[in-house]
């Protein structure tokens, strides 16, 4: 009798998790960023239920009514602009009349640290200047093409459509005001004792906020920053390359320095001797600020290495899209916990024990 009430409840628990996963497959999207968004503004959310002497729901509605205008907006407009920009900066390439020629190629040579570079390129790979302006004008406006017709899809995309956008604040509303409690008992369902499962979840949300905090704003901020030193130094379409850069920065090397680097050498190539010394002191300036900047977002937070972020952030992509940036460094930030978890409070108070049996060699059974 008594297997057979646990294989009932085991069968049922599997058709009730499959029938709500049907239900809610059309709306994954928005309850992910709202489960995302509710777990950001939590702590927010309790300060300000505190403020109104405990009425959550105010708190909740309060925070539901302003993330149209923290969200929607700015993710609409950036879309907008950067496709605007990117298509402008085609163009820019286009009616452009710069021309690398052989006495540009003999400049660089004289350089002690770049000339023989330039000099080896040259003599290996027997490329012209002409050559090399043929194919960066065609890869430029080539990648350029495709980002601007993606850009606006893919900021759009952050947010879906107008309806399900709306679902999703509807969700996030009771997310926020009720999100604590439907957490708690789904954290009582996991079989551990009380005081690890607490541990545990408590690592697992320090973690997701490390992620959060210490790489989506620094690589935000790197980007906001590279703009501006774009659009001080000149260089057309500074949105665009901002993006890029804020993009870039969750590589594990290279990150924005990929994008600033070609405008020094656009700058110099073009005679802005002022402005591309200026840029290169900016750009070392924002590669190096991520060495005080993710310290200090991060210092109450679990730590993630760079590796996580970036598999996590091209597979997230890949499976599910704009969301992918988020759920995909977190859940491989999460899966790292709960594996460092078990490998501390599980396996590692377990291997004396074995180890223990193991030394204990049994009595040799005589002849």
């Known amino acids: 009798m008594e297997f057979y009430q646990k294989a009932f409840f085991v069968v049922l628990a599997a058709l009730v998790g499959y029938g709500l996963l049907l239900v809610m497959q059309p709306f994954a999207g928005s309850l992910t960023w709202a489960i995302f968004l509710a777990f950001i503004l939590y702590p927010v959310h309790r300060w300000m239920t505190?403020?109104?002497?405990?009425?959550?729901?105010?708190s909740a509605g309060i925070l539901t009514a302003l993330t149209p205008f923290a969200l929607l907006i700015p993710l609409v407009f950036l879309g907008i602009v950067f496709a605007n920009q990117a298509r402008a900066l085609v163009a820019y390439i286009k009616e452009s009349n710069i021309h690398l020629d052989e006495t540009m190629f003999a400049n660089l040579e004289q350089y002690r640290v770049v000339g023989?570079?330039?000099?080896?390129?040259?003599?290996?790979?027997s490329i012209s200047g002409a050559d090399m302006q043929e194919w960066l004008?065609?890869?430029a406006q080539t990648v350029l093409h495709h980002v601007a017709?993606?850009?606006?899809?893919?900021?759009?995309?952050?947010?879906?459509t107008l309806v399900s956008f709306f679902f999703m604040l509807f969700l996030m509303f009771?997310?926020?005001r009720d999100g604590s409690e439907i957490f708690a008992k789904l954290q009582r369902?996991?079989?551990?004792?009380?005081?690890?499962?607490?541990?545990?979840?408590?690592?697992?949300?320090?973690?997701?906020?490390?992620?959060?905090?210490?790489?989506?704003?620094?690589?935000?901020?790197?980007?906001?920053?590279?703009?501006?030193?774009?659009a001080i130094a000149g260089l057309p379409s500074p949105v665009v390359f901002g993006v890029l850069a804020a993009m870039l920065a969750l590589l594990p090397a290279g990150g924005a320095a990929i994008v600033w680097i070609p405008g020094v050498l656009y700058l110099g190539a073009t005679g802005h001797w002022g402005m591309a010394i200026f840029l290169i002191v900016?750009?070392?300036i924002v590669s190096t600020s991520d060495n005080f900047l993710r310290p200090l977002l991060v210092s109450r937070y679990a730590p993630v290495s760079a590796f996580t972020v970036f598999v996590g952030v091209v597979g997230g992509i890949a499976a599910f899209g704009?969301?992918?940036?988020?759920?995909?460094p977190v859940f491989l930030a999460l899966v790292s916990a709960i594996l460092d978890y078990f490998d501390e409070k599980v396996i590692a108070p377990n291997v004396p024990k074995i180890e223990a049996q193991a030394d204990e060699v049994p009595p040799r059974a005589g002849l």
């Open 116 to 125: 023989p570079l330039v000099k080896t390129a040259r003599e290996q790979l």
């Open 149 to 160: 017709s993606f850009s606006g899809g893919f900021f759009l995309s952050a947010v879906g």
């Open 322 to 328: 704009a969301i992918g940036i988020v759920i995909g």
């Open 137 to 139: 004008t065609n890869s």
């Open 282 to 284: 900016w750009g070392i």
């Open 50 to 58: 505190r403020r109104f002497r405990g009425r959550a729901s105010v």
């Open 189 to 230: 369902l996991i079989p551990v004792p009380s005081e690890h499962r607490e541990q545990l979840f408590s690592h697992l949300a320090s973690v997701a906020r490390g992620v959060f905090y210490g790489v989506g704003l620094t690589a935000i901020v790197q980007g906001v920053l590279v703009g501006i030193g774009f």
């Open 174 to 176: 009771f997310m926020i």
